[in-house]
Every structure is written in C-alpha cells, then in structure tokens.
C-alpha cells in the first residue's frame, strides 16, 4: 500500500541516545516537497540544536539540504546539493565520498528515515541498500552512510522495515504510519504528534 501525503507538521521526542525533541513542517509543492525541521537535544552532557530545509523533487530524492546549528562550540551552518542522480556538493564544492548517495540523513533527526522508505517504495519482502549524505548533528561533519532497508509484513496500516547501518554496529525494526513517517525508531526516538 502506498504512502499518503504527509501531514502538516509532526513532531518526535529523542530517547535512550539522547534527550530531546524534533518538530517538522512539510510544504508539498508541484514538483516534490520541502521539509523545514528543528530538532534539540542533550547528548553525552553536551546541548546542541540543529535547523534543517530539506527539499525533494516529486521521488523524495534530495536535492538539496540546508542545515544551520547551535552548541557550547559556536554557531554552523552547511548547503548539500544533488543532483538526484548520486552526485553531491557541499558548500559548492564537489564531494566524491558521497558518489552513489541519494538521501541524505540527519543524525539529530528521526525525520530522515522517511525519506528512503518513500524513494523506494519497497513491496513486502524486498530489500535495498540506501547509501546516505550523513551529517553528523555536533560538527555538521558530512560522511557516507551505508545503510540497509528490507520491508517486512505490514502491521494493520503500518509499514515495517528490518534497519541496518554496518558502521554503527546498529540494526533496528522501524514502524512507519500511513504516511511513512517513523513511529518508533528503538533506541533514538518515538513519534510524539
């Protein structure tokens, strides 16, 4: 079953790795969707607060993501820009590392798993890789991310998919509601609206 546009806002509470909260605004337009977030937290006694514009073309394949952050560190802020076909600019300039990505995925956001899980539109049973643009949430540090996504059986409405990202040493089931927005992502965070 497919997804259905995704509500106005949402929000998620992070958990377990960290404590914090994200609320996001989705604005559908003719030709994909932008995506506007702000997402706070507390995390190995250190605060950080990331705001995030992601817009997708009518796939949800990223094209390009704007980040501005906050931290005892200083002020950030870093430009992502694909070309929807695996090849990415950060701050204008060309970034090979990231050759194949399609998505890119936020660690301060529970948000950016939904926007694999749309581009592929898996059947039950099937499995793909999702190779990401990774940005981590304290330094705006950019790095590959390979990650696995398989869609198991469904429960009721809810789409399940069985999570991987090697480097992490981390594998999780994500549920996702009507509109492929996680429900509950074990370990990082639990939808909150």
């Not at 404590?19 to 997402?39: K, M, N, P, Q, W």
């Not at 995390?43 to 950080?48: F, L, S, V």
């Not at 990202?165 to 981390?170: G, L």
């Amino acid at each position: 079953m497919p997804f259905i546009a995704p509500p106005p806002t949402a929000a998620w509470q992070h958990r377990d790795a960290r404590s914090g909260f994200e609320v996001v605004y989705f604005h559908l337009l003719a030709d994909g969707c932008r995506i506007e977030g702000c997402t706070t937290a507390i995390e190995g006694g250190q605060t950080w607060a990331v705001d995030y514009s992601i817009t997708l073309d009518i796939t949800w394949t990223t094209r390009r993501s704007r980040l501005w952050g906050r931290s005892a560190s200083g002020s950030r802020s870093i430009v992502l820009e694909a070309d929807g076909l695996g090849h990415w600019r950060v701050d204008g300039e060309a970034a090979p590392h990231l050759d194949g990505c399609v998505d890119v995925d936020l660690e301060s956001s529970a948000m950016t798993n939904a926007l694999p899980v749309h581009r592929m539109d898996l059947p039950v049973g099937g499995r793909a890789a999702a190779p990401a643009a990774y940005v981590r949430a304290r330094d705006f540090a950019v790095e590959r991310l390979e990650q696995t996504y398989a869609r198991i059986a469904d429960q009721g409405s809810h789409q399940r998919y069985d999570y991987t990202a090697p480097i992490f040493d981390f594998a999780c089931r994500l549920v996702y509601d009507e509109s492929g927005l996680v429900l509950d992502y074990p370990g990082i965070a639990v939808r909150a609206g």
